[in-house]
C-alpha cells in the first residue's frame, strides 16, 4: 500500500504499520486470521469514510460527484487477501469477453476484438441479414447492485459456502461516514452497492456480469440471438465486457431485438442495474434497411449512430483520415503544456513532466493502434517546445540542441526522451508478442482467422 494514503475512520494511514511493523506484525496477521475464522468483524473495522470526487469543475447533482472508499487499512489487509486468493480463480470462471481485472488479459484485448467486428460491419454490404452492436453503458453500476443477486450467482457458480459467507460479511458489515470539509457526517449502513475504491470490489463485479453473460450465452445456445461471426473460422461474438461497458452483437430483426431486450431487462430487475440510455448507442451494417433500423431503435429505446464515438477511451472505428481522428491526443498535449507553461519550472521540474506525463499521455493509444508519421512529429515539436520554452513570459526560446540528440540516453549525452513513432512500434511489438504466446485468447483468435488463417504470425 502506499504510505501516505489518506487517513481512515481509525485514523491510521498504511505508514503507521510499514515504521512499527517490526513491533505491530504479528498481532496484525493474527487479528487478520482470526477474522477470519470467526467468520466476523470486531466493530468499527468495517467504518469507512466516503470521499466525493467533483467529475466536473462546477457539480450541480450527487451524480456529478464520484464517491471513493477510505477503508482502515486492518480492513484492507483482510480484503486483499481475499482478493490475491479469488484472483487465481477468475481466469477459470469467466470467459475472454470480459477482459477486465483477470490475470493475463488487457484491456486492449476487447478494444482491438471490438474494433475488428465494428469495421466488419461497417463494410458489409451484401447478404439478407445484417448486424447491430448495441453499446450499453449502466449507470452508477457499482453502487445499484444488489447483494442478494451477488450471493445467489455465487452460490450457482458453485463457491464455497464459508467463502460466500466470507464475501458477505465483507461486504454487509460496512457503515458508511461522508467526508465533507474535513469533518464526517453521521454514520448510516447501506443495503446494496460495492464500494469503489475497494480491493475486492472489481472482482465482486465481474462475477455479478458473469450472470449477464450467461443469459446471453442461454439465449444463444438456444438460438434466440445469433452473435456476429467477422470471417470464417472466426469465433462467434455475441458480447464484450468491460466492466460496466458492454457491447453486444446480434442480427437486424426484431426478434432478437427482443431477445436482447428481455435478457436486458431481467438483468436489471435481478442485479438492480440500471441502463443510462443517454450514453447507450446501436450501430447497423451497412446492409440493414431503414425500416428496419427504426423499428429496432424505437424498440430498444436507443439512438442510431453511424459511429460509437470512443469505446474505452479510443476511437471504435478509423477511417482515412487517422491525423484528424488521433488529434485529440494532440489537443490533450496542448492543453496540459499550456497550462505548465504559465509556472516557473527548472529544467529538471520540467524533464520529469516531458517523461511523466506528456510522453504518457499517447501510450494508451499508441498500444492499439499506429499514430501517424505527421502526428507523431507534432507531439515531439510540441514537447520540444516546451522544454526550450522560457516559461512564464511565453518566450519560444532558442533551441540549442535537436530533440534527437535529447533523445539518446544521458550516458551519450542527451536527457533519455523518448521518440514516439519509435515506441509506438515497440507497444504495438508487445501485441504481436502476445499473439504468439497467448494463441488461446479471443483476441489471437480473431487476429488469426482475419490476417493469417493459413500461416502464422511471422
Not at 451477488?150 to 460479511?169: A, D, H, S, T, Y
Amino acid at each position: 500500500m502506499h504510505s501516505d494514503k489518506s487517513p481512515r475512520p481509525d485514523g491510521l494511514n498504511p505508514a503507521f504499520y510499514q515504521r512499527f511493523w517490526g513491533i505491530i506484525g504479528e498481532d496484525v496477521t493474527k487479528a487478520c486470521l482470526s477474522f477470519l475464522q470467526s467468520s466476523s468483524f470486531p466493530d468499527g473495522l468495517n467504518d469507512t469514510f466516503i470521499a466525493l470526487i467533483p467529475k466536473k469543475n462546477c457539480p450541480e447533482v450527487v451524480s456529478n460527484l464520484h464517491p471513493i472508499s477510505l477503508c482502515n487499512v486492518l480492513y484492507k489487509v483482510v480484503a486483499k487477501m481475499l482478493a490475491n486468493i479469488l484472483k487465481l480463480v477468475l481466469p477459470h470462471l469467466i470467459a475472454d469477453y470480459q477482459s477486465v481485472f483477470i490475470p493475463g488479459r488487457l484491456i486492449t484485448d476487447n478494444i482491438m476484438v471490438a474494433y475488428e467486428v465494428v469495421h466488419y460491419l461497417k463494410r458489409k454490404r451484401q447478404g439478407k441479414e445484417g448486424y447491430a452492436a448495441l453499446k450499453v453503458d449502466m449507470s452508477k453500476a457499482y453502487d445499484r447492485l444488489e447483494w442478494d443477486f451477488l450471493e445467489q450467482v455465487m452460490r450457482r457458480m458453485r463457491f464455497p459456502e464459508k467463502w460466500i459467507g466470507w464475501m458477505v460479511m465483507c461486504i454487509t458489515s460496512v457503515k458508511f461516514s461522508i467526508v465533507h470539509y474535513c469533518h464526517d457526517t453521521d454514520s448510516f449502513f447501506p443495503t446494496r452497492g460495492l464500494r469503489q475504491g475497494y480491493p475486492l470490489s472489481p472482482y465482486l463485479f465481474i462475477l455479478c456480469a458473469k450472470g449477464f453473460s450467461a443469459l446471453l450465452k442461454n439465449s444463444e445456445d438456444r438460438g434466440l440471438i445469433h452473435g456476429c461471426r467477422i470471417v470464417r473460422g472466426a469465433p462467434i461474438i455475441s458480447h464484450l465486457f468491460f466492466a460496466d461497458d458492454s457491447f453486444l452483437f446480434f442480427r437486424d430483426n426484431l426478434r432478437e431485438s427482443q431477445c436482447i431486450k428481455d435478457c436486458i431487462s431481467l438483468y436489471e430487475k435481478a442485479s438492480g442495474q440500471q441502463i443510462n440510455f443517454q450514453k447507450s448507442s446501436i450501430s447497423f451494417s451497412s446492409n440493414s434497411s431503414r425500416l428496419i433500423i427504426n423499428q429496432i431503435c424505437s424498440l430498444l429505446d436507443v439512438q442510431q449512430t453511424e459511429n460509437h464515438g470512443k469505446y474505452l477511451g479510443l476511437p471504435s472505428l478509423i477511417g482515412r483520415n487517422k491525423s484528424q481522428i488521433f488529434s485529440f491526443i494532440k489537443e490533450k498535449l496542448w492543453s496540459r503544456l499550456q497550462g505548465w507553461k504559465k509556472c516557473f519550472l527548472s529544467r529538471a521540474g520540467k524533464e520529469i513532466l516531458v517523461k511523466t506525463v506528456a510522453q504518457a499521455l499517447p501510450t494508451f493509444a499508441m498500444r492499439v493502434f499506429l499514430l501517424p508519421l505527421e502526428l507523431c512529429a507534432e507531439l515531439e515539436r510540441i514537447m520540444n517546445s516546451f522544454w526550450w520554452g522560457t516559461g512564464h513570459g511565453g518566450s519560444k526560446g532558442i533551441h540549442w540542441m535537436r530533440w534527437d540528440r535529447l533523445c539518446a540516453s544521458k550516458q551519450n549525452g542527451g536527457l533519455g526522451f523518448r521518440k514516439i513513432h519509435e515506441f509506438n512500434l515497440s507497444l504495438l511489438g508487445k501485441n504481436g508478442w502476445r499473439l504468439l504466446n497467448q494463441p488461446a485468447s479471443l483476441m489471437a483468435i480473431v487476429y488469426k482467422a482475419r490476417y493469417y488463417p493459413n500461416s502464422t504470425f511471422f
